[in-house]
């Protein structure tokens, strides 16, 4: 986990991320595996759009009654025998985990999988507490070995080749045979679950997040495909479910509602293989599962989002397809963006969470090609919701001063349509002329941005303004 | 101020509301009681051959294997002929559920433990409270009767499901659910056996839980 965020260092994290070989490689499998696996699971599933709009709908309803639901939340985790705590920052929630796990002289603590655990900095707070945090899930595991962060909200370890985990197991499993064989993934993921199966058994406490909270009955809501989260939750003595608020839903019906459109957007499956509803802790007649159940559901900046022109941000059930499409992420990772969630979704919800004068970078790192917001199982506008904070830096003045002196000569000329376009048909004659021989150009003046890494084709035709007009007088006729 | 209230009255503050308005009072209310359904994919329905037919491709779809019986007597024999086929010992753990206690297992030559699971298990068999055809899921609740360790410690979970069990939907199965009177602990929807792709994107199976999922759907 990040407790000091490099992402005002954003631009030269990109440039390195850029011109690392292994992660550019790495990252070749995102931009193809994601993208058709959710689009074929779409295309199963012809009720895909209605249910995108219901789920928008339903968490909107949700947020309307935010306070309500966790009231109701909160009595009925109670009354099944669990208890709800409530934690304002990252400090309070890290310290009420730590007290739950030394009050039953917990030495070993291990993690399913949880991004809320990342943003409050959960592994060190145990750490430094003198106890040990397992990250149980593949991916966390093998970057937990490296002492790195997730760089993908849903696949953690997904900038990273098999050659460089086989080289990390190699490095930490030295109890087993040095001469072994771990050429395949198969191989990888066998040692994983023999060295995790016997983390698992001597845990004290176990530590999951949860994709849905249900108020109707006090549920908690997680879904793996490893199993890791149900491992972890049903060994140990005392269960550990942490939250934000916003995880919220009213009634069973409707985490039905959102998993349909969960695990399509996510890793184009219908259903992820464990869809767990977890309440309260085990019953007098049960042979298994833990005798403690608590819940620690996070604030930390969320009340103050809603009511303000980024709540539309708190829909977000942490899918990661909005990462998944995105040309940004594809070209340089997750680690890129400093902090804990990276893609689109990361561009707007770290500036809220970490302040924008540390994150205002991230939602300029974007071209609004609108491919997230296409694909955004809730409808989160996250286009609009960058531009949102790209306002809210030039208003305070956050903006560079060259920047702003650019767009302040766009501005004048935007606003003397005559002048805009006389000065746009003139710059593109000009290079109309200047690239009449290839079509296209190599380098330019004030463009090495663009020019370093391609070419920037010569202007062909009449300019847009041109083209359109004449396209209107034509469709009259 | 505590936390809690802390938290809630920021949110009521953000959103410009007190807590005690009627109207949103009574919107949460209906919502809870009424529990509506969003809308249900036409996958999942038709006759019950059909349900079933459709159950069959989903859960084959996520790797599980299905086979279909007369009669849940035919279970033990099934299990043991898929224990030998895949080399594995004839030894099984099973819960407390006395649908599985009434069956014959020794005369299928198996050798059955009851309770829960330790980690030393290599097979386990449960019962299903549900499936749901839409996406060839099982429906399991922990207990005495089925143990949670037994669906993820074993490396082959067998799982009976009878034919009577199973819903077009996930929301059908929630009302029984509710029917059933409080939840148990943990009610498992699984789906396929365990799996991962955190390396490479290479799905492969058999990651923390079961390397193998085999569901015995009894039609009598």
Redesign the interface.
């Known amino acids: 986990m990040t407790l000091h965020p490099t992402t005002p260092d954003f631009k030269d994290n990109a440039h390195q991320a850029l011109h690392d070989p292994e992660l550019q490689k790495?990252l070749g499998?995102?931009q193809h595996?994601?993208i058709y696996k959710r689009q074929s699971a779409v295309e199963r599933?012809?009720?895909f759009e209605?249910?995108r709009e219901?789920?928008r709908d339903?968490k909107n309803?949700v947020l309307?009654?935010?306070?309500?639901?966790?009231?109701?939340y909160e009595r009925n985790v109670t009354s099944?025998g669990g208890q709800v705590?409530?934690?304002?920052t990252s400090a309070?929630a890290c310290e009420t985990i730590v007290n739950i796990c030394k009050s039953h002289g917990a030495k070993s603590v291990t993690k399913g999988k949880s991004m809320v655990s990342e943003e409050i900095g959960l592994n060190a707070a145990i750490e430094a507490a003198g106890m040990q945090a397992v990250e149980?899930?593949?991916?966390e595991y093998?970057i937990q070995l490296r002492g790195e962060t997730p760089s993908h909200i849903i696949?953690?370890?997904?900038h990273?080749?098999?050659e460089q985990?086989e080289g990390d197991f190699r490095r930490v499993h030295t109890h087993l045979d040095g001469a072994r064989d771990l050429s395949e993934?198969?191989q990888?993921?066998?040692e994983a679950?023999g060295v995790?199966?016997e983390k698992?058994?001597a845990a004290d406490v176990g530590i999951t997040g949860a994709n849905f909270l249900v108020?109707?009955?006090g549920?908690s809501i997680i879904v793996t495909?490893?199993?890791?989260g149900?491992?972890t939750q049903?060994?140990p003595k005392v269960h550990i479910v942490i939250a934000s608020?916003e995880k919220i839903v009213?009634?069973?019906?409707?985490a039905?509602?959102l998993?349909?459109v969960l695990a399509r957007s996510a890793?184009g499956?219908?259903?992820?293989?464990?869809?767990?509803?977890?309440?309260?802790?085990?019953?007098p007649?049960?042979?298994?599962?833990p005798e403690h159940y608590h819940v620690v559901?996070v604030?930390n900046g969320r009340?103050?989002?809603?009511?303000?022109e980024f709540e539309d941000m708190l829909r977000c059930i942490r899918c990661g397809a909005c990462m998944n499409h995105c040309p940004v992420y594809h070209a340089i990772g997750g680690h890129a963006y400093g902090w804990v969630y990276p893609g689109p979704m990361g561009a707007v919800m770290t500036p809220s969470l970490i302040g924008v004068e540390k994150g205002g970078h991230l939602p300029n790192a974007s071209t609004f090609c609108g491919r997230c917001e296409s694909v955004c199982p809730v409808k989160i506008p996250l286009p609009k919701l960058m531009r949102h904070w790209r306002e809210n830096e030039f208003e305070r003045h956050l903006t560079p001063a060259v920047q702003r002196f650019g767009l302040k000569i766009w501005g004048f000329f935007a606003k003397n349509p005559r002048l805009y376009s006389f000065a746009t048909r003139a710059a593109m004659t000009t290079l109309a002329w200047l690239g009449r021989d290839k079509g296209r150009f190599a380098s330019l003046p004030l463009a090495k941005g663009w020019t370093d890494y391609r070419d920037l084709p010569a202007p062909q035709g009449d300019t847009f303004q041109a083209q359109w007009r004449k396209r209107q007088q034509e469709a009259r006729r | 101020m505590?936390?809690?209230e802390?938290?809630?009255s920021?949110?009521?503050r953000?959103?410009?509301?007190t807590?005690t308005e009627s109207t949103?009072?009574a919107?949460?209310a209906q919502?809870?009681e009424q529990?509506?359904?969003?809308?249900i994919?036409?996958?999942g329905q038709g006759s019950t051959a059909t349900r079933l037919a459709t159950f069959i491709t989903?859960a084959t779809r996520?790797s599980a294997t299905v086979v279909v019986l007369d009669t849940a007597q035919a279970v033990p024999e099934e299990i043991a002929r898929f224990l030998r086929e895949a080399n594995l010992p004839l030894a099984l753990k099973r819960?407390e559920d006395a649908r599985l206690a009434g069956l014959d297992w020794q005369a299928a030559g198996l050798d059955v433990a009851t309770?829960?699971?330790?980690?030393a298990d290599l097979n386990a068999v449960s019962y299903a409270f549900g499936g749901v055809s839409?996406?060839g899921?099982l429906v399991l609740l922990?207990?005495?009767d089925n143990?949670?360790?037994l669906?993820?410690?074993p490396d082959n979970h067998f799982v009976v499901l009878a034919a009577a069990d199973l819903s077009g939907?996930?929301?059908s199965v929630?009302v029984k659910?509710r029917r059933n009177g409080?939840?148990?602990?943990?009610?498992?929807?699984?789906?396929?056996?365990?799996?991962?792709?955190?390396?490479?994107?290479?799905l492969?199976l058999?990651?923390?839980?079961?390397r193998r999922l085999h569901i015995m759907v009894t039609l009598n």
């Open positions: 790495a499998h995102v595996g994601f599933l012809p009720e209605t249910l219901s789920a339903l309803h309307q009654n935010l306070d309500l639901y966790l009231e109701t099944s705590h409530f934690a304002r309070e149980t899930d593949l991916g093998i696949a953690p370890a997904v990273l080749t098999k985990v993934p198969v990888l993921l066998t679950r995790l199966r698992f058994l108020a109707e009955t549920t495909n490893e199993g890791n149900d491992l049903s060994l608020i009213p009634t069973l019906e409707d039905s509602l998993l349909r890793t499956q219908d259903m992820s293989v464990y869809t767990t509803l977890s309440t309260g802790p085990r019953r007649q049960d042979p298994d599962g559901l604030d009340s103050a989002m809603l009511g303000t | 505590s936390a809690r802390d938290i809630l920021n949110i009521r953000s959103l410009g509301v807590g949103r009072r919107a949460v919502r809870l529990t509506p359904r969003g809308p994919p036409a996958r989903e996520v819960g309770g829960r699971s330790d980690g839409e996406t899921s922990s207990g005495a143990p949670v360790t669906t993820f410690l939907d996930l929301e929630l659910l409080a939840l148990p602990r943990t009610v498992n929807i699984v789906t396929g056996p365990s799996r991962s792709a955190d390396i490479e994107q290479t492969l058999g990651a923390h839980g079961p």
